[in-house]
């Protein structure tokens, strides 16, 4: 390419989907796909363990469909396992950059603790199977540095393919998904099905440490997509994880992804709805606000509706099962654009009435006094609410807190 993926001006959101499967190799070669030079990840590789294993890239079909293919050439004797604290000090000790450290410890450190869950051990004392080979820490070290060299920012992944049947491993034939497979899925949405196993534990681990669940491609301007292909080519199911590039709305000042909640409900008290409200502001909804209806055989109710960002999207979800009677939410996700905002105070009734002041291209599009300040204010004054609010709204007209004004 002509010019460096390392010097884009702002981060790259990065989706993965991975409803077929994943594996480390698989992302290796998404990556690769992308436009991510193999000497990229070969030099960071070589930081932690030089002449150890070399990258090949190559391009196949999977189920009639393209596909970048990444494979690793172990160059090295190799030991049945390595300790978790070997590698960390591998990685530790290395001169890798301080992002792909940062990551490439937080897998492995995932990778141990669902190992020590998996087999009821401390988590110092566990050694890696499989997964402590050379070509693994390869796949882990390569990503993490694809992912930096790319600029990626946020990371996001939908539901996983996990497979089915049985295989076998250094404890013998085990049930799909394996043990640390299982528990590094624990709190993501993952899909059975599918013959063998198609999410291994190096890329179920790579995708829960350092991706969020996002199911859905969020909103963003696609700007590239990488296809990396695993090693079996199975008729009917494109053995394949797919990374979508893109700039990111969350990033820019007036946008951001985000989600809504809603839920229809008949029989709730209606003097329990400005709690419920509060409850669900109070536990990080962006907003909450209810719309009557007509529901079926004529019943007035209401229609529960809560905006939030995904990170709170869990948490409010389990809210509002707690807080209301309801059998079921509806959940889609929607793009906010939004004005730039601050806060200017001003004196009113001898207190401080703040004054919220939403502007875009350098002048003023609405300017509200916060309402809450409003009625401390009369309580401390003793006048009534409506004389305190008309004389905040003139405070803010004298200060020049009008719509088409200059910012301040």
Not at 63 to 73: F, M, N, P, S, T
Not at 76 to 84: E, I, S, V
Not at 271 to 299: C, F, S, Y
Request: aromatic residues 4%; contains cysteine.
């Amino acid at each position: 390419m002509a010019d460096s993926l390392s010097s884009r001006p702002a981060p790259l959101l990065a989706w993965i989907d991975a409803r077929n499967g994943v594996a480390g190799d698989m992302l290796l070669g998404a990556l690769a796909d992308a436009g991510v030079p193999l000497a990229v990840m070969q030099d960071a590789i070589d930081a932690v363990m030089p002449a150890t294993v070399r990258l090949g890239q190559t391009e196949v079909r999977r189920a009639g469909l393209r596909a970048g293919k990444v494979d690793v050439e172990v160059l090295a004797d190799d030991l049945p396992h390595r300790d978790w604290t070997v590698i960390r000090a591998m990685l530790q000790d290395s001169a890798l950059r301080p992002a792909v450290k940062e990551r490439a410890l937080a897998v492995f450190e995932a990778l141990a603790n669902a190992e020590a869950r998996a087999h009821g051990i401390d988590v110092e004392a566990v050694h890696f199977h499989e997964v402590g080979a050379w070509d693994s820490i390869a796949d882990v070290v390569g990503v993490c540095a694809g992912l930096v060299e790319l600029g990626v920012g946020r990371i996001v992944a939908g539901p996983v393919g996990v497979g089915s049947g049985s295989i076998r491993t250094a404890h013998g034939e085990i049930p799909i998904p394996v043990p640390a497979v299982l528990e590094l899925s624990r709190g993501w949405q993952v899909v059975a099905g599918g013959k063998g196993e198609l999410a291994t534990p190096t890329g179920m681990a790579l995708v829960t440490t350092l991706a969020d669940l996002e199911p859905t491609l969020p909103g963003c301007t696609v700007t590239n997509v990488g296809i990396g292909a695993g090693s079996r080519d199975d008729p009917g199911r494109p053995n394949v994880v797919r990374i979508v590039l893109g700039e990111d709305q969350q990033t820019q000042p007036d946008t951001a992804g985000a989600w809504v909640l809603e839920s229809n409900i008949d029989d709730l008290d209606p003097r329990l709805w400005p709690g419920v409200l509060a409850a669900l502001m109070e536990a990080g909804a962006d907003d909450a606000w209810l719309t009557p209806i007509l529901m079926k055989k004529g019943r007035p109710a209401h229609s529960l509706h809560v905006l939030a960002g995904s990170a709170a999207l869990p948490q409010l979800r389990e809210l509002v099962f707690d807080l209301v009677p309801t059998l079921g939410v509806r959940e889609y996700p929607v793009t906010k654009r939004m004005l730039e905002r601050y806060w200017h105070a001003v004196q009113v009734e001898g207190a401080d009435v703040r004054i919220k002041v939403g502007h875009r291209d350098g002048r003023i599009a609405t300017a509200t006094p916060e309402f809450s300040d409003v009625v401390a204010a009369a309580e401390a004054s003793g006048r009534p609410v409506r004389v305190v609010l008309a004389a905040a709204d003139a405070a803010a007209v004298a200060a020049g807190l009008v719509p088409g004004g200059p910012v301040g």
